[in-house]
């Protein structure tokens, strides 16, 4: 069973979800918002041994017309730092629109609920493509 941590990035806050091939839906898990890199890192690594993701998935920010901007080279970097950190396969996945779909309220974080969008357009998109069944 191949387990997978999705990641929405963000510069103050990474929202983090968990799913797995078998199921495949996905999960929120948490919110890492720690104030330097190396302190993100390391929250990313205690995530990493606890669950073993064999494959990290990544919403990759585009402008509506599938333009990249500022935020989608920051996210490029940080999926290859994941592949380079953790040697875990990294997908990037288009996250155009993820967090806009979530109901909150005002000043309540859903970076975790993102990721589990990506994440879960993922499983979608795989399911797809290997013309597998759609669990829903």
């Known amino acids: 069973m191949e387990t997978l941590l999705g990641f929405d ?3 103050k ?3 983090v979800a ?3 091939i078998l ?9 890492i918002a720690a104030a330097t890199n190396d302190a993100k890192f390391a929250a990313i690594s205690d995530l990493v041994a606890q669950w073993q993701p064999q494959r990290c998935i990544v919403g990759l920010p585009l402008h509506p017309d599938g333009a990249a901007h500022e935020m989608t080279v920051r996210c490029r970097r ?3 730092q994941l592949q380079g950190r953790y040697g875990v396969d990294t ?14 309220a005002r000043g309540e974080h859903v970076d975790d609920r993102s990721a589990a969008l990506i994440l879960q357009q993922y499983f979608d998109d795989f399911a797809v493509s290997r ?3 759609h669990n829903g």
């Open 91 to 104: 997908v990037l996945v288009d996250e155009r629109y993820s967090s806009a779909v979530l109901p909150h």
């Open 9 to 11: 990035f963000g510069l």
């Open 23 to 31: 199921l495949r839906q996905a999960q929120p898990l948490t919110i």
């Open 131 to 133: 013309q597998l069944p």
């Open 18 to 20: 968990v799913g797995n």
């Open 13 to 15: 806050r990474i929202g």
């Open 78 to 80: 940080f999926a290859n």
